[in-house]
């Protein structure tokens, strides 16, 4: 079997033509040297030098072999940076699932533009999905991370909570609920702007029939951007996760509900049987952005009666 180190010795003295120098670019003997090349060409079946007195030139099979070492010995290399590199987790492919939460939160676009800064080689395939899909692709081997509403209950699956957050109510701005204290007879019966497949709609539902009212869906929407512009429209109510409150549209007053008991978890999500350097780094650097910047919210102060202006 031809080996590598042989290449690299028949490369040296290919270049310097001289054993004693190739030797010195080695950092070995002359003689274990000569003793190499004499290996490779006794394995090789052909002389790849010739020798005259204290010089040696090669031979027209060692012209030609010259090349194609360069090449093998290149791409050995090459070969085993490309093998540390993946093992030190700065190259390779990762599946990141998300809810939209993970978004606002701040936690996964802070762990991207990293990414993106320290490790430039690594190619991630984004993914926004429910929490029911994510965690089932996780199961698959099709995602690396899934960031969801629900924890899993399940030996296979560790989970590490990023955030917790209150629901708030959108209100349309003009309307009587955008001022004052807030009490669930109020919202009995009031048109409802309701999200699809948001964070558990039986704990929403669970959670408003312990309130004690009784909303009237009207319209049910993908995105709380969209139940937000809805509300924006005066089209009726909707309850928001904190964290996409915090720049509401003109036409829109958040509310706090104190005595509402519902909050909204984004909880990231991994196989405990899959672990390598890259998978351990991103879900760190996920973990830390979101414990660092917890979502801040901004309640808008009720609108302000127009003042009259003195004749």
Do not use: C
Not at 7 to 13: C, D, E, G, K, Q
Not at 26 to 38: A, C, E, K, Y
Not at 112 to 117: P, S
Not at 203 to 218: D, E, K, N, T
């Amino acid at each position: 079997m031809l080996e590598l180190r042989l290449l690299r010795y028949f490369i040296a003295v290919a270049e310097t033509e001289h054993v004693g120098r190739a030797a010195t670019r080695l950092h070995i003997s002359q003689s274990p040297l000569s003793r190499q090349i004499r290996q490779l060409e006794d394995l090789l079946g052909v002389a790849l030098f010739t020798r005259a007195q204290r010089r040696i030139h090669l031979t027209d099979v060692g012209r030609w072999l010259l090349g194609p070492a360069r090449d093998m010995l290149a791409r050995a290399d090459a070969l085993a940076r490309e093998a540390q590199d993946r093992g030190a987790g700065d190259v390779g492919q990762l599946a990141i699932g998300f809810v939209s939460a993970a978004l606002s939160s701040g936690a996964l676009p802070s762990a991207l533009r990293r990414l993106r800064g320290e490790r430039p080689r690594v190619r991630v395939a984004l993914r926004q999905l429910p929490s029911t899909e994510q965690l089932a692709q996780l199961r698959a081997g099709s995602l690396d991370i899934a960031l969801v509403h629900r924890r899993p209950v399940t030996a296979e699956l560790e989970a590490h909570r990023l955030t917790e957050q209150p629901y708030v109510l959108a209100v349309p701005r003009a309307g009587r609920l955008a001022r004052g204290r807030i009490r669930p007879a109020q919202l009995d019966g009031q048109p409802w702007i309701a999200v699809a497949g948001a964070d558990g709609s039986d704990r929403w539902a669970q959670a408003i029939a312990a309130a004690g009212f009784l909303p009237q869906v009207a319209v049910q929407v993908a995105e709380w951007a969209s139940a937000l512009a809805l509300v924006d429209a005066g089209v009726g109510l909707a309850l928001i996760p904190a964290s996409y409150a915090t720049a509401p549209p003109a036409n829109v007053a958040i509310r706090q509900l104190p005595w509402l008991h519902l909050t909204s978890s984004l909880v990231l999500v991994r196989r405990r049987s899959l672990s390598s350097p890259l998978i351990d780094t991103v879900a760190r650097w996920i973990l830390d952005a979101a414990r660092a910047k917890p979502p801040r919210v901004r309640h808008p102060a009720s609108p302000r009666p127009p003042t009259r202006r003195r004749a």
